[in-house]
């Protein structure tokens, strides 16, 4: 049975960072292209990043140079480094696989405002 588990979140001022990471289980991570994704207060869920298998990693536009993607294969795990928090990236945030999308976990709430 595949569960999704994202953890991280929290309400923090403009400028501040969080890490956000996501554990897996029922699939291997590794061998897919995986994702974050988020949905902010009254908004569609959007893709934010994603790092195929190989690691090559792609981001919108609105969080290129602040936001860094990475994966850790043998934990199964799958990470999102927020810099530089704006008050637009309030948001849940959700891991899954990138395009084909397994059930979503809970996500975890990101909050920044000051």
């Known amino acids: 049975q595949v569960r999704l588990v994202e953890f991280g979140g929290g309400l923090v001022q403009p400028g501040a960072s969080l890490r956000l990471s996501c554990v897996a289980s029922g699939f291997t991570t590794g061998i897919y292209d995986m994702a974050w994704y988020r949905q902010g207060p009254g908004k569609q869920r959007e893709l934010v990043a994603s790092i195929t298998s190989g690691g090559s990693t792609s981001y919108i536009d609105a969080v290129k140079g602040r936001f860094a993607i990475s994966r850790d294969n043998p934990k199964n795990m799958v990470h999102l480094q927020l810099n530089n928090l704006k008050s637009e990236d309030t948001a849940v945030y959700y891991c899954?696989?990138?395009?084909?999308?397994?059930?979503w976990g809970q996500g975890t709430h990101v909050t920044v405002s000051s």
């Open positions: 899954n696989r990138h395009g084909t999308n397994y059930a």
